[in-house]
């Protein structure tokens, strides 16, 4: 098994991160339309370059406190046909991980709720929570999105 690359972004501080390939673009917070009758993580639509994009804030999804953040990012992902944008805090720089610096996620913190955790990557010191964007929400989540 090869290094594997990373995108990290930061919630509330915290580092994350995401495998490179699941990325198509990261992009400037925009103006983001709310959608009524929305799940409460929904964030709302973005138009990116004439396509409709469904943005989750994964704060919200994560269940996690909002604070504030200035210069917010959207992550670009692909499941599918389908393109979804994730609101994080910051999202940029990259990181290399050998194979022996990637762990199973602990068994502690894999519960029905929070599947999403592929991996812990150990870089500078520091673990990092690897999110599979692709399984942060269901494909019965998706078609409620998608059905709005």
Request: proline fraction near 4%.
């Amino acid at each position: 098994m090869a290094d594997k690359q990373y995108i990290v972004f930061k919630l509330n501080g915290e580092k994350f991160a995401a495998n490179i390939n699941q990325i198509a673009s990261i992009t400037e917070f925009a103006s983001i339309t709310s959608l009524p009758n929305a799940p409460a993580y929904v964030e709302g639509l973005l138009n990116l370059r004439g396509d409709i994009i469904p943005v989750i804030n994964l704060k919200k999804r994560f269940k996690m406190a909002y604070e504030g953040i200035d210069n917010q990012r959207i992550l670009i992902a692909r499941k599918g046909d389908i393109q979804i944008g994730f609101l994080v805090d910051d999202a940029s720089q990259s990181m290399t991980v050998g194979e022996k610096n990637i762990l199973p996620p602990p068994m502690i913190a894999i519960r029905k709720d929070n599947k999403y955790i592929s991996e812990v990557a150990v870089y500078q010191d520091e673990l990092i929570i690897v999110v599979d964007l692709e399984r942060v929400l269901t494909d019965d989540e998706i078609d409620e999105i998608m059905d709005l």
